[in-house]
């Protein structure tokens, strides 16, 4: 899948969150932001084992740490595509929020975390309907997908998914953004002011 579709569909999970668990605590703005960040960086986080990633392309040197990381991670829909892959990044990235936490006391660490976790699970459910499937239950070297058929999955970048599943995400967003607007609101309104 796109970065785009990853993007979106990370929202979406964020989202869908937010109106399963409302009314959520006040939180302070900052952590909205934070969360809102995080859950962007999850979205994309599984693919720091292609050389081609966003994350890469952005920075210089990228296609070559992109190729290092891609080797230590297995090559690209490996260890950062399953559920032990996930709960390890998870645990990394839990150890840094705690330890940069003192730069940005007002910010809800455990919110951010759970921002950041969602995008990931979202970018695995959703590499699960392209054709290749994500090894969900590695060191099992099986690559699920959705439908279980093949030839009934998406390929990366074709039409279908920029013609439908990138316009249905932003349906599926505005959607639920609107069907949760109070409680959205609610939350900003209620922000802890610091
Ligand atoms: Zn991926």
Excluded at 99 to 120: C, K
Excluded at 160 to 171: G, R
Aim: aromatic share 10%; glycine share 6%.
């Amino acid at each position: 899948m796109i970065a785009r579709t990853h993007d979106l569909a990370a929202i979406t999970g964020l989202l869908l969150t937010v109106a399963a668990l409302s009314p959520l605590p006040p939180m302070s703005l900052a952590t909205i932001i934070a969360a809102l960040v995080a859950n962007q960086l999850g979205a994309i986080a599984p693919d720091i084992d292609q050389p081609t990633a966003p994350l890469w392309r952005n920075v210089s040197f990228g296609k070559l740490f992109g190729r290092f990381f891609g080797r230590i991670m297995g090559g690209h829909r490996f260890l950062t595509h399953s559920l032990i892959g996930v709960a390890l990044l998870g645990f990394v990235v839990n150890w840094l929020l705690v330890f940069i936490h003192p730069l940005f006391p007002s910010v809800d660490s455990t919110i951010v975390w759970w921002a950041f976790m969602i995008g990931m699970l979202s970018h695995l459910v959703m590499d699960s309907f392209t054709k290749e499937g994500v090894p969900w239950l590695l060191p099992v070297p099986i690559k699920f997908g959705f439908p279980p058929l093949r030839r009934f999955r998406i390929t990366t970048g074709r039409a279908i998914e920029n013609f439908f599943v990138v316009p249905l995400l932003i349906v599926i967003v505005i959607a639920i953004c609107a069907v949760t607007y109070p409680e959205l609101l609610q939350l900003v309104q209620d922000r802890v002011v610091e």
